[in-house]
């Protein structure tokens, strides 16, 4: 026979539930993912076809590289900086994190030029286009980082000077999207060194 044994004492909530922002968040970089699976996936495919221009990328490139992973490093002090109250801190990493994302697509737009200057055009061999295509779509998906940034330093700039749990989520989802488009900048730029 079987007992049920029952506890007359008062359930506690926990929260263990993803925030639905946060959720969605996840759900949109799973999906710019997979965008990019496919972008890398028709490289390889056309690049196996033949007819395929071999050049060097853009030493800008890897310049970026550099930028973003800064730039990260620069939002995760940030993000400290806000928890612990240290606002002139957590404004100035804050402006520092917005001008390097800025500084980045600067640099993507002169490695774009400077592939051009040495005959590597968007309408050329499929090899440039690729190139051309993968670049410019992460590079959108950093300037919608960058108007994140933007909003986040309008909130600091604007409203009063502590921290609160709407503050706090607000700057994780902004930093957490943009580890994502680094990693991913990352993950490109490996990718295309492995395969050019």
């Not at 968040?25 to 496919?38: D, E, P, Q, R």
């Not at 221009?53 to 939002?75: H, R």
Request: hydrophobic content about 55%.
């Amino acid at each position: 026979m079987n007992a049920t044994i029952f506890n007359n004492e008062p359930k506690t909530q926990t929260k263990n539930k993803i925030h639905p922002q946060k959720f969605a968040l996840w759900i949109a970089c799973a999906s710019i993912v997979m965008m990019f699976v496919g972008f890398t996936s028709a490289f390889v495919v056309r690049r196996a076809a033949g007819n395929w221009l071999e050049f060097d990328l853009p030493i800008l490139f890897f310049w970026n590289a550099g930028i973003i992973v800064a730039s990260s490093i620069v939002l995760i002090l940030c993000q400290r900086a806000f928890r612990r109250n240290n606002i002139k801190l957590y404004k100035g990493l804050l402006v520092t994190g917005f001008l390097l994302g800025v500084a980045f697509v600067v640099l993507q737009y002169e490695a774009w030029m400077d592939m051009m200057n040495n005959g590597i055009y968007m309408d050329g061999n499929p090899a440039g286009s690729f190139v051309y295509v993968i670049s410019g779509v992460h590079a959108a998906h950093v300037l919608g980082g960058i108007v994140a940034l933007m909003a986040a330093l309008v909130h600091a700039f604007t409203l009063k000077p502590f921290v609160t749990k709407a503050r706090m989520h607000r700057l994780d989802l902004t930093v957490t999207y943009w580890h994502f488009v680094g990693v991913l900048w990352l993950y490109l730029v490996f990718f295309l060194v492995l395969n050019s």
